[in-house]
């Protein structure tokens, strides 16, 4: 494994390296806390984990975070799950959001791009006047700490002063993006009983407007809990009855007043993809995103007042709350609110561009549609601002690295990064001061215990692995909601090494430090015991021009055999001839393993992906073990529920 990169593809020069605000950190942290001022990156993230306290503690102070009554301990012990952060501590996660806005009020706090990529600017001030007037008819309302509070919302600015208000009275906030059907919101809001629901009339993507009138109604009736819509009228229509109007709730020039709570009160619940059943609606607290986030955005992503910080999702995914606490570090946080590709395959540079963003994030699968689109970003716009792309969803193939370095720019940091909603945080990725090596993450993240286990929990380096945290993370979920026992939590991450977070990837840490993301581990080939993720397989035949996307699935049969088929979207005009079907086979073997060349290659008019766009390999393969369609996924967690047929009737046809 490491002899594979023996040269970095990228390496930050001596004056990055000075200004990076880690480098900062390091020394003030050797100063007040005892970190090693010596050894770079790897010696204070061995300092971090190993004095996991001290770390956090000097975290808290670094970033000035405001306890109004202080804590008693750092961590009560270690045990997970349940670890007990800062008990005693109380604070607000909306008060340090909205800090920027006494020292910046003209300045933008937000940008807002829709379709037609002209960035439109909301202040520190106003999005601090409209969190406090939206907060004040929260209470009057009857909105109390604990309750929950739901938004079916494009990424546009009134869903940040949603959550910001939310936040700021102590309620949790949940989001579905509108491209969610009315099943696939239930499945979510109707675990966790809003009090309150944030709504539009619909929305814009690839240059059409879609109405979600119908949809929203279907939500009131079967949300009874509901005390109050409010109506955003994006495609400009009247309320409906008995709605309230977003600019009445939001016309005040009040001042926010933040709710002091526990460091362990809920901010938020995001969901679980919910493939093979109900998303599991993850529960993160106030204090371990505001911490956890500070560390992450401020110290990894490198963000502070002078940046602006742009990544493509939608309010129904991790990365859009990961994105809503770049204000936490005082940043312009970019708001995209349409089709990733349009008016073209580039669209997402020209926002880049409009923007002046400096750290530009995207998923892995855009990055290779752009390289298989012929896309010149670095010729066609003007990105010297971006200082940083970042991507996850999937990890970035090494064609993915080249590409970007070749052409975007070749000083251009790569943050290939790695985490999940369980935590909504990265485990690894970016480090300003690291170089980047082709298909590798920087490193572990600081204060997270990042391993690689065998099957009998010894750690593995330069193998494959189970991604571990030995560890825990501040904002690791409290709690999953509806799971009064834990047994949902525990069974999820802690039943295959006891008091061991597993996440499900397959991982190799290499010697040199670095982090090789797989794939997942449930969805593992195992041939003979040689274990290969599937996103090996993926980066492989996806570089053939014929193949638009692939889904691969390993399947243990009766008899002891293992069918391994392979199924292909081909691209337009492509036929899977036996030229084609010789070339993806020999691209295997070539460039994998003989024992990875499919059994078979299956064309298929589509792959299904879960809503946040990852393809669903798992409940294809219980599928086609003849599961039935209603057991082996949720309905409500699939793009294109019809693509499943296929699978489901191959498996009727099979022997």
Known sequence: MTSANPS???????????????????????EHHGAPAEGGYPALHRWSVDELETFW????????????????????????????????????YAEHALRAADARADEPALLHVDETHEPRPVSWAELRRQVGSLAAELRALGVRPGDRVSGYLPNIPQAV?????????????????????????LDRFQQVEPVVLFTVDGYRYGGKEHDRRDIVAELRRELPTLRAVVHIPVLGTDAPEGALEWSALTSADVAPTFEQVPFDHPLWVLYSSGTTGLPKALVQSQGGILV?????????????????FFWYTSTGWMMWNFLVSG????????????SPGYPDTGAQWSVAERTGATLFGTSAAYVMACAKAGVHPGRDYDLSRVQCVGTTGSPLPPDGFRWLHDEVREDLWIASVSGGTDVCSCFAGAVPTLPVHIGELQAPCLGTDLQSWDPSGKPL???????????????MPIHFWNDPDGTRYHDSYFDTYPGVWRHGDWITLTSRGSVVIHGRSDSTLNRQGVRMGSADIY???????????????????????????????????????????????????????????PDEVIEVPGVPHTLTG???????KRLLQGTPLEKAVNPGSIDNLDLLHFYEDLARRRP
């Open 292 to 308: 956890e986030h500070l560390k992450q955005l401020g110290l990894h992503c490198d963000l502070g007042p002078e940046d602006r």
């Open 461 to 475: 380096v330069d193998e494959v692995g189970e991604l571990v945290v030995t560890n825990p993370m501040p904002s």
């Open 539 to 597: 980066e492989a035949v996806e570089r053939l021009p014929e193949i638009k996307e692939s889904l691969v699935v390993g399947i243990e049969q009766p008899d002891g055999g293992y069918w391994m088929p392979l199924f292909v979207q081909l691209a337009p005009g492509a036929t899977l001839d036996e030229a084609l079907l010789t070339r993806i086979k020999r691209t295997i073997r070539e460039q994998l393993s003989p024992r990875h060349v």
């Open 614 to 620: 990852k393809r669903i390999e798992v409940p294809v």
């Open 161 to 185: 002063v949603a959550l910001l208000a939310t936040a700021a009275v102590g309620g949790v906030w949940t989001s579905c993006a509108p491209d969610f059907g009315a099943r696939s919101v």
């Open 57 to 92: 503690t000097a975290v808290t102070e670094w970033f000035d975070v405001r306890f109004s009554t202080p804590y008693t301990r750092v961590l009560g012990d270690r045990t997970m799950p349940g670890a007990p952060w800062f008990p005693g501590a109380t604070l607000n």
């Open 8 to 30: 970095p593809l990228w390496q930050p020069d001596a004056d990055r390296i000075a200004r990076a605000r880690i480098t900062a950190f390091q020394p003030w942290a050797a």
């Open 327 to 338: 204000l936490l570090t005082g940043t312009t946080v970019v708001l995209y609110d349409g």
